[in-house]
């Protein structure tokens, strides 16, 4: 192996994912990863991008997507071949808890000697307990790592031993002796100018390090390859169970206002995207929250795009119609998604969107008419105050806005539990009285032990005061199962889909009710020989149970990797 500066590892959200027997459930059906949450940070790239170009060496590692893709992979004797000068791993999203830590601490017994850096939002958060971790060296906390990580790497490299030079990297949590210092956050990036979403990295990654699965995003990309560009860091709404919202970002990463990533670059880089991969770009964040000036500058910008490229916008509240023209004007091919948490406006308020429906569903007609490809509308269960009867009324308000549609099949409801973790730093999180919750799981550590839980029921680290987590499991499998129907009604989905789907939430819910049953008789679980016999079908009920999974993939018209282009970049730095 090639000796590296930085290796950049993502673990598997339960390192012993192959070994362990838990139902997940749909807690990942949602988004394109498992429940092993194969995803890397987007981060990753930018922080690889930052730190290549200023002479500091950088390896992607998806030990999540290796592990996953080859079940005789040896992970641990993977780690143990690595040769590196530090090892960063994400603890960002929360349900990684367990699988970093459990990397971390095998990489620390195979190369005692290498320094150890955690990031992320769950790493800041929780930095106190992390940092006490025997397997941790240093943590950089907030949301803008790249400039920290490239001075801490410059010490790291450059000044062995000389860790006064520690105390002026911010953001830097780091140990000397058992003694923790904390450097303020100070560094916190304000327009995202430093920033580059350059896919090309990956390439030239996997001719350095032939290694094409390592950088493999999630499973099932080189199928579906979409490419995604953040238009924002940091958000100006305050959902009660985000950890991505205002409030936590100023809690974890002192960020007070978001930074929005200049129209122009954003469109340089679509470019530059487009030239290697003739798929579909998701932009990730909502680009209205930018403002209309903003959005004047994006679509003066998107004139320098091919037309017929395709293009996906998620909204976090319905934009005016003003917008929609534009989209209609600017491109041939576009999707939309928005995600109003729950049908009732009430609780979608408590929730911290403050939308009608009459906006939400003349929104989503006025788009459907402007030619948009889909529409999909993401519903959530254990909302703040959600009964189970309100759950089941999402399927009539489906029902009558398909009515309204007149069986429009680009129009796709979802709906899924919040789980496995209401965030941390979030509102609900802080507050809980006042939404309704009680937390369950409040450390680090009882994360950690959540995660392995048997069902996802159990691994909640939460209850509602409203609502059982026997009610939340059975209202949204059924919430599901209507949702299913509609959707097979309008053939937004096939006969054959629509079957398979319901005959997977069926069977969910029996693996459910058995390990319920396993549970309640007091029995060493672990003992248990009919909780063994469930473990392929706990794995396999986990993958796509609400919903095919397919059924997220938006209709793609292209779908190539321009490998001319990819191999003369690689080769020739052109
Ligand atoms: C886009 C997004 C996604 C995309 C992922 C895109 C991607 N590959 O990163 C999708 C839709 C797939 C997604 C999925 C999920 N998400 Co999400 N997501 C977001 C969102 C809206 C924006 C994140 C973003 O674009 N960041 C900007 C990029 C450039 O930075 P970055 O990736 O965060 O990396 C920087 C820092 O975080 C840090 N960093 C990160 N890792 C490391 C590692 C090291 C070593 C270092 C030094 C630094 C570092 O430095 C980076 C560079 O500055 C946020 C909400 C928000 N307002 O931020 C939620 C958010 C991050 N997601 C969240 C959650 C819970 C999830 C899911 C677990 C949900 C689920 N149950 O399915 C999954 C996990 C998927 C997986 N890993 O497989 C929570 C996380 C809360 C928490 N503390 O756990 C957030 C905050 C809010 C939310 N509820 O949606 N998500
Ligand atoms: S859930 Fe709400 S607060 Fe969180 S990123 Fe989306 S809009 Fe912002």
Redesign the pocket.
Known sequence: MIKTDLT???AP?VYDFRKKNIFYGP????????P????????????SN?LEKRGISVRIINL?YLMMSDKNFDAEKFIGKIKTKT??????????CQGSNEVAKIIKQYHPDTPV?????????FYKELISFPHVD???R?????E??YQ?MSVIKNNKGDLSLLKQIPNLVWKEKNEIHENPISCI?ED?DE?D?DYRIMFKQVLKYRSLKSVV??NGWMDYPVT?I?V????NKN?S?????KA??EL??KRTR?AFRQPEKLIDEILLTQRYIDAPVFI??DITQGGKEYLEEFFKNSKRLNKDMQIFF?FFEPPDEWFYDRVAENFNYFCFEISPDSHDENIRQKMGKQFTNSRLVSGIKYALKKGARRYDLYFMTGLPGQTKRSIMQTVDFCRELYETLEWDKRFMPFV?PM???I????RAFENPDEFGYVITKKTLAEHIEAITMPSWKYILNYESKSLTRDEMVEATYNCAIGLNALKGRAGSISRKVMEENEERIISARKIMSEIDRIVSDKKDLYESRSFESLKDKAMEYSLSTVCDKKELEFPFTKKNFKWCSIIRTVLFNR
């Open positions: 950049l590892l993502h959200s807690m990942s059906d949602l988004v394109p990863s498992s092993i949450f194969e995803m890397y940070p987007i981060g990753f790239l930018t922080m930052y999540a090892f960063g791993i994400d603890m960002h999203w929360l349900p990684h850096i955690f990031g992320g939002f769950s790493s800041s958060y240093f943590i950089l907030g949301d803008s790592a790249e920290p990580l801490l990036s995202l920033v979403f995003p999630f995604t953040p924002i860091r940091g958000c959902c169970g985000c950890g991505g919202s936590a970002f974890f990463g978001p990730l964040g998620e899924s789980a496995p973790f965030d941390p730093g979030s």
